[in-house]
Each structure stands twice: as C-alpha cells, then as structure tokens.
C-alpha cells in the first residue's frame, strides 16, 4: 500500500482531442527525455504461453511451470507440487490400488473460517488438505487428502442421483461413440452434410424423473462448420444423440427436424482472420489506452494477495466458481484494516431454454456445477480483455488423472479509469462563491471470462475506494439456435407459435433465462451480522396536518430466521437490504453495515413444480440469507449434474434458522431474461448487468473526502511517437 490512490494517468485518444488537451492545458517540464519512457509501452504480467499446459510439456518456460510455486496463505489454491503429492498418496490408497478413479476435481480443502481469520502472516499455515470428487465405478466418492499426514483421512461415497462436473474427457467419450455410431452416420448424410463437416457439442442432460438416474447422460447435437468457424450458426436441427458416458453407448437418437434446411454460412464469421469478411472497417475510435505515469498503483504479493488504495483482499482461481475473492478488507481512517467479506463468489448459473421440444426442453443448464466456470476459463485475450497494465494470474488445475496443468492468464486485475466523477459539487456564483469541486473515480477491476460452449461470461469484481464493490456479469458469445424453414417472419404461417426471434435466415434465437446465483459471505467488522430489511411504506398524513397527503418512511425489521430473509424483488413495495453488525456502532451509534443493491432484476417464472426449476429451486427468490456452513456452497448442490434438487439452497434453507447475529452468508441472484434479437447474430454484442455491495453507516463521514484532485501538471503529454 502506501501509494496515494490517486494515479496518474492519461488517455492517448484520436488526434483531435488530444489537441484540444495540448491547447488547453500547456505541457509543463515534467522531466521526461526524449526517450521513449516505460509507461508508453505495453507492459503487463503476462505469460506469453498461450495455451493450457500439461507441466511436462516441453518448451514452457520454468517459471511458467509453477514448479516452485509454495502456497503462503491458508487459502492459496493447491501448487504443482501439492497436486503431485495429492496424486501419489491416492495412487498409494488401498481401495484405488488396482486402478484409479477418474478425477473430476482435485482443489484445496479450505480450513475451517476460523482458523484463516486468526492466521497472521508469518504464523505457519493450517493443514493443507485437498478435496477430491472422484468417480470410480460409476460412483462418486469424495476424498479428504492430508498433505501433512500423507493420508486419505475423509471416504464418501455418494448414492442417489447427481454426479460431479463434468470432465474434459467425458465429453470426448461422448464424441467418440456418437462419431462411430453407423445410425448417426446415416442421418448426418441425409441432410446432405458431409461428415468432414460436423462440430458437435456435448451438452448436459439436466434432469426429468427417475428413468435418467443411475447413469451419466450427455446429449450430442452437432453443426456443419463447412466455410465457417461460427458453427453454432449452421445447427442441424432435431439431431440429438443421448449418449450413457460411463457405458460408451447410445441410449437414443431423436432425429425429428430432417425438413429443416442447414442455415447458410453467410455472415456468420467473426474472427478476424484473412476470412474476416469486412476489409473496410467504418467510422472506428483510434485506438485507445489508459497510460500511468507511475505503473499500476495495486500489487499482488504472494500471488494471490491484491492491495489496491485502501483495499486487501485474496484472490484465486477455482474450476468451478471460476474466481474467488476472499477477506476483503478496507482501511479505516486510523490506518486499521476492516472485515468486509470473507468470500464471494458465483456459486451457480442456471439458464433455461424455452422451448418444449423434444430437442430444446433438456436444454436448463447449471454451467459452475456441470461444466465448471473456471475449467471453460480460457487465457485472457491482451488489450481487449483487459486494457494496459494489467496483471494477469494462472490457475493451476488439474486433469483426470491428477496431473496438474497450467492454465495461462485466467485472471486479470487492472485499475480503471473510465472518466467518472468520484465526487464533486459546484456553486452558482451567487453570494461571492466560486467552488468547482470534483475528484476523478478510479477502481480496482478483477476480471475472469468463461466460455461455457457457445457462451461467454464475463465476471467483473469491482472495487472503488468510497468502499463500494460492483459485481458485474457480461453476456457475450454465441447464441444457442435453432434451425427453421423459414426465412422471413412474412412466410411464417402463426408467428404466435415461435419460441423465440429469427435471427437471420433459417435461425431461431430461443429466448431463454440467465440466473447467476452470488455466494456472499459478509463479515462486516467481524463474522456476527445480522440481515436488515428496510421496508419504504407509504404514511399518510392525518386531516389537517400537513399540505401533503403522503410521504415514504423506512420501516426497519431485522431478520431473526431464514424465511424473514427471503426475497423477491418489487417495484412497488421497496425496500434497502442491510446486512450489519449490531455490535459494532459508528461514532454517531449506528451499527456499521453494508448494503446489497440489487441490479438486473429478473426472476424465474418457471413453473416450482418444472423439473429444471426444481433443481435451480436457488432462483425462486433473489435474496436468501443463511447461516455460515462450510457444506453449504453450492447452491444448486454439491453434485449439480443431473441433480434432482435434494440438495439447494432452497432445500437447506426451508430448515428456517436464526440469522440474527450469527456468522451469516448473503445469496444474490442476478438474472437475465433474454429474448434474442438480430443484433445478437453472428456474436452478440456485450449485454451486462450488475449489483452492489456498498457500505452503509460503516464509515462515519464520506472515505474518499481525503484525496487530492487531479491537475494537469501530474499527467505527462505523449507525442502521438510515443515520447514525453
Ligand atoms: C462414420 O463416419 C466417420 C467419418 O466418415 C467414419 O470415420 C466412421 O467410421 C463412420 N462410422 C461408422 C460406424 O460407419
Ligand atoms: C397461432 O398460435 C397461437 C399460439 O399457439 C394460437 O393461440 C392461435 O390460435 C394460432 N392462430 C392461428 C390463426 O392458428
Ligand atoms: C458470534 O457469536 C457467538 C454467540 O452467538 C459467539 O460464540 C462467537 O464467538 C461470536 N463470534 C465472533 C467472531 O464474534
Ligand atoms: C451444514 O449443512 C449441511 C448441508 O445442508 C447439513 O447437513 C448440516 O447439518 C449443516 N451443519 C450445521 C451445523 O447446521
Ligand atoms: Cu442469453
């Protein structure tokens, strides 16, 4: 730390405004040669291997193998080595002695909360112990692996329906007897596409009654990729092979939409290759970048600690809930830091296709449980993804043998200046004033995106210095489509009966729903809070009063068990949700709190007794409150494949507990309602949204009074060369 907040910067832009910048404010002498200086160039902690490593493969530089990686907080993920050791002592294991489970996640077993908050650094770390979710036999067991002891100490094993994530090689299995299948042969060549041709997708079965339990199902559908890479475009309509994993065979193939022609390949391509189908490119901004004088005001140290201005907090990669903030403090006044959350993450995502078809209805996908948000992370792509000066950080997963493997610049943490006003007020120059005051809005950006099939998420923790977080999530990607005869709404006989948007020629953009259930452990000055709702009603004034008829009053009611904690949204019965610590007061005896500000707000209209809504049962209601329970992190359970939602939030909270006071965990679901329109064809263009966490009476006056505006002389003037 130590740094003032406020870095310099300063945008190169087009030419034009950057003359109006020269004219207005003269460059003074700030020292600079003639030299190109260090911030005009592109420089970030970036691995210049792009691609997911195994650690044996060759040619990767050393340090890029995390081989010397040492873990130095209870909760840094498991390293290279950790993972090797986890591998040898399950090989050592009597049950897996004669061959080895397939291992669908190998992760680190977080101590207990307790012992992470009374770690300081320099004390030794707490046991590391690995988490193992292993299926052998066609069962799952869950391991506990104690790297100390060099021992298995914890054995499940699983019965009834669920499975774990589904791994890398499981979809290949699916591939591979969908490939070789004589049946599927056939019905590709009567569509006329030639096998060379095909992409299939592996997609998830999700879960419709009991005749599916027992078995692994995956669905194969597939797409002609002929003169496109935009396959997702180009579906081969009612093709859809259900597929028994474990067994390597077919259960059924449904083929229902052979008078379906395959969309054309025109206008579908996106990448800018020598296909790129625009050479000129139309009005466009000139390139663009934030430049800082001093570098990056933030530091990462240990790996995985990030300071930034007045915040600390963890970050890590998971292959599942794709990226983890966890003990995020800020600095109070007196220089102390304090608790804010000790972790937040997305916990689940569910998206339901609507349409009832017997090649859509399935499609209700769970993609952190069944697909792992950090497993379809892919390396960040420079200067688009994430500007100049970003961090980037590796995660190191591992495969289903054991291995570890590196996954290249998942995660990337930059500060952003956008333009924005932190604060300001200004007077009318009336009475003698003159007052123009204003401080520029920089904030602290993690960033990880998930490419879920033909979906990408993208995952924005934002931290701002008056304390505020913003946690946003950007939709982007491919649409799942579906293939029609049609090819104007003109020709289409009952446009009533269509399940969603022609998108272009021969494609359906199904309207569909997008839920991301949030994991927010908040620990506001400590682990007791208590969840507070304040409720705005409406008073009326009695005759004779006051002119006014009405006015609003917040009407206060702190929860005392789970079901006072449950909630969906409404417009018109508003309310602020607080989550405090009652025994910690500002200086004017108002406990300090934090309060959730709900954004995006779509909720689940999926029938409670629909088998997709019953699993994701999660979504019924956008706020839930829980008591902390380390088993209680998925919300749409720990087995979220093919889960017959035995095991949700929904299910652990209608136990009712008392949330008053206690170590409380705060559920948030930000939902998406989607119905496709033709901007989103060929890749649809970012849609996002976002919800707060932001303090409330937890500082005694504004944090960010304190800090010192900008002026012309901090920001060097670049000559569009490159030099000061
Ligand atoms: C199906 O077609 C593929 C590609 O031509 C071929 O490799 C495979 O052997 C065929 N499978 C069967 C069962 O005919
Ligand atoms: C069109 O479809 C809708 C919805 O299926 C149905 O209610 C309506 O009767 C249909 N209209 C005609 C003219 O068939
Ligand atoms: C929280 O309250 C419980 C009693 O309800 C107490 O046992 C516990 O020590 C408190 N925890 C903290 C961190 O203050
Ligand atoms: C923690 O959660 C699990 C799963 O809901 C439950 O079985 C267990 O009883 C809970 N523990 C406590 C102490 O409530
Ligand atoms: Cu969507």
Same mark, same amino acid.
């Given at each position: ?26 460059? $003074? ?130 019965? #009834? ?51 599916? $339990? ?118 109070? $006044? ?25 090649? &859509? ?7 952190? #449980? ?48 956008? #333009? ?88 359906? #953009? ?113 706020? &839930? ?6 088993? $209680?992190? &998925? ?90």
């Amino acid at each position: 730390m130590g740094k003032s907040n406020y870095v310099q910067f300063f945008i190169i832009m087009a030419i034009a405004p950057f003359i109006f910048i020269y004219s207005r404010y003269p460059p $003074e002498n700030l020292g600079c040669s003639t030299a190109t200086p260090p911030w005009c160039t592109t420089k970030t902690h970036r691995k210049t291997n792009l691609r997911s490593t195994s650690i044996l493969d060759a040619g990767i530089p050393d340090s890029d193998h995390h081989f010397t990686d040492t873990p130095l907080h209870p909760l840094d993920p498991l390293t290279v080595s950790e993972i090797n050791r986890v591998r040898s002592i399950l090989s050592a294991y009597e049950p897996f002695l004669l061959s080895s489970p397939s291992i669908n996640s190998l992760s680190l077993d977080e101590p207990e909360k307790i012992e992470v908050t009374r770690w300081k650094t320099g004390d030794p770390l707490p046991p590391r112990r690995a988490s193992v979710t292993a299926l052998f036999d066609g069962v799952t067991h869950f391991l506990t692996v104690d790297l100390g002891l060099g021992l298995v100490t914890g054995h499940d094993v699983h019965t #009834g329906p669920g499975y774990p994530m589904l791994a890398p090689n499981d979809l290949t299995t699916a591939l591979e007897v969908t490939y070789s299948d004589l049946e599927f042969n056939r019905s590709i060549l009567a569509r006329g596409v030639d096998l060379n041709d095909i992409n299939c997708i592996t997609l998830s079965s999700g879960w419709y009654g009991p005749d599916e $339990e027992g078995k692994r199902i995956v669905k194969v559908q597939c797409f002609s990729s002929q003169d496109t890479s935009n396959f997702y475009m180009r579906p081969i309509e009612g093709l859809t092979v259900t597929v028994d994993i474990d067994k390597r065979k077919i259960i059924k193939i449904t083929d229902i939409g052979r008078g379906i022609p395959i969309p054309k390949a025109t206008n579908t391509e996106y990448e800018y290759t020598t296909n790129y189908p625009f050479s000129d490119m139309g009005p466009t901004p000139n390139p663009m970048s934030m430049e800082q004088l001093k570098g990056p005001s933030f530091t990462v140290d240990d790996g995985h600690i990030v300071k930034w201005a007045n915040w600390v907090f963890h970050l890590k990669p998971d292959i599942r809930a794709g990226m983890v903030i966890s003990q995020a403090m800020i600095r109070a $006044e007196d220089g102390k830091y304090r608790s804010v959350m000790y972790k937040g993450f997305a916990s689940e995502l569910f998206v339901p296709y609507m349409d009832p078809d017997e090649a &859509w209805y399935f499609k209700s996908y769970m993609d952190a #449980g069944e697909f792992g948000l950090g497993a379809t992370a892919m390396s960040l792509v420079e200067l688009n993804d994430c500007p100049r000066h970003a961090y980037y950080m590796d995660a190191v997963f591992t495969t289903t043998d054991g291995q570890p493997f590196i996954q290249p610049n998942i995660i990337c943490i930059f500060e952003r200046y956008a #333009g924005d006003i932190g604060w300001r007020h200004s007077e009318i120059p009336v009475m003698g004033f003159n007052i123009r005051e204003s401080r520029a809005k920089v904030t602290l950006v993690a960033r990880m995106t998930a490419s879920v099939g033909n979906y990408d998420y993208i995952f924005d923790w934002e931290f701002q210095t008056d304390g505020l977080i913003r946690i946003k999530v950007g939709l982007s990607g491919m649409l799942m489509v579906k293939g029609t005869p049609y090819e104007n709404i003109n020709d289409i006989p009952n446009t009533s009966d269509m399940t969603g948007t022609l998108v272009s020629e021969n494609v359906i #953009g199904v309207v569909h729903d997008h839920f991301v259930t949030f994991h927010l452990d908040m620990d506001i000055d400590g682990a007791n809070n208590s969840f507070v709702k304040f409720n705005l009603v409406k008073e009326e004034t009695l005759p004779g009063q006051s002119p006014r008829k009405s006015y609003l009053k917040a009407k206060r009611k702190v929860a005392k068990t789970e079901d006072d904690a449950k909630i969906k949204l409404k417009l018109y019965d508003p309310s602020e949700f607080h989550v405090i610590n009652p025994s910690q007061r500002s200086r004017l005896g108002n406990p300090t709190g934090y309060k959730i500000v709900p954004g995006g707000t779509a909720a689940s209209l999926l029938d409670h007794d629909d088998a997709p809504q019953i699993r994701a049962a999660f979504t019924n209601n956008q706020i &839930w409150v829980t008591p902390h329970n380390k088993s $209680e992190t &998925w919300a749409g359970g720990v087995l979220a494949s093919q889960s017959n939602g035995e095991d949700t939030l929904e299910v652990w909270s209608s136990r009712n507990r008392e949330i008053e006071n206690k170590d409380i965990v705060l559920w948030y679901t930000l939902g998406f309602h989607h119905i496709p329109c033709q901007e989103d064809f060929p890749v649809m263009p970012t849609v996002s949204s976002s919800f707060e966490l932001k303090p409330v009476n937890f500082f005694d006056r504004n944090p960010i009074l304190r800090t010192k505006p900008t002026f012309p002389k901090d920001l060097p003037v670049c000559s569009t060369a490159g030099t000061c």
